[in-house]
């Protein structure tokens, strides 16, 4: 069964970086899929990051992309995020997904639990 | 970046009910458009792809239906567990963007 477990500090300081990692188990992150990172400020909707394929060839949102970076672990099966120069903008639950995309079709099947971020000093 | 607009932004429904919520894209995207339900304290899960096709272990209550700019996912017999929040999402291409949600809440 497929599974992808956040992790990373819950709080960060503003101007800081924010890490997290997405552990992958159940199926190699070797595949041939992308992996994305989404995100949810409390009581509002989604916000997609970006994504990385297991080539390492990644797309990230424009709005993100001055200060954001995707990157795989391939010998620990896992990916990761960093996001620099945060504020209190940034502070949301952040999951981490597997996008599927058979016959072209990209959708996400898998999510990780999510990590909830805060930037506060 | 394309635009998705969900209506309506809440819903009050019975158990039995039949429920409809709409979709709009802000350019045509054929039929790349994704439904999700999220409930409170969880991670969204997948109901529909590629605009009417069925995930894998999601009840035949729900359906998609949709191409172009406008989409509607139904749930044709709503049921207790059904309560909770949903997003369209569109994978035409990236950035992906979701739409703003719809809170489904008991009458």
């Known amino acids: 069964q497929v599974q992808l477990q956040e992790s990373g500090p819950g709080l960060v300081k503003p101007s800081g970086t924010l890490s997290l990692t997405c552990a992958v188990s159940g199926t190699s992150i070797r595949s041939n899929n992308w992996w994305s990172w989404v995100r949810q400020p409390p009581g509002k909707g989604l916000e997609w990051i970006g994504e990385i394929h297991h080539s390492g060839s990644t797309n990230y949102s424009p709005s993100l992309k001055s200060r954001l970076t995707i990157s795989l672990d391939k010998s620990n099966n896992q990916f990761s995020l960093k996001l620099n120069s945060v504020t209190a903008a940034d502070t949301a639950q952040y999951y981490c997904?597997?996008?599927?995309?058979?016959?072209?079709?990209?959708?996400?099947?898998?999510w990780g639990q999510g990590a909830l971020v805060t930037v506060s000093s | 970046d394309i635009q998705m607009t969900q209506s309506p932004s809440s819903l009050s429904a019975s158990v039995g009910d039949r429920v409809t919520i709409t979709c709009r894209a802000s350019q045509r995207i054929a039929n790349y458009l994704n439904w999700y339900q999220q409930k409170p304290g969880q991670a969204p899960n997948l109901l529909v792809y590629a605009a009417s096709s069925l995930q894998s272990g999601v009840p035949s209550r729900f359906s998609g239906s949709g191409s172009g700019t406008h989409f509607t996912l139904t749930i044709s017999s709503l049921q207790p567990e059904d309560f909770g929040d949903y997003f369209c999402q569109q994978s035409y291409g990236t950035p992906y963007t979701f739409g703003q949600g719809t809170k489904l809440e008991s009458k």
């Open positions: 997904a597997r996008e599927l995309s058979p016959s072209g079709y990209n959708f996400f099947d898998y």
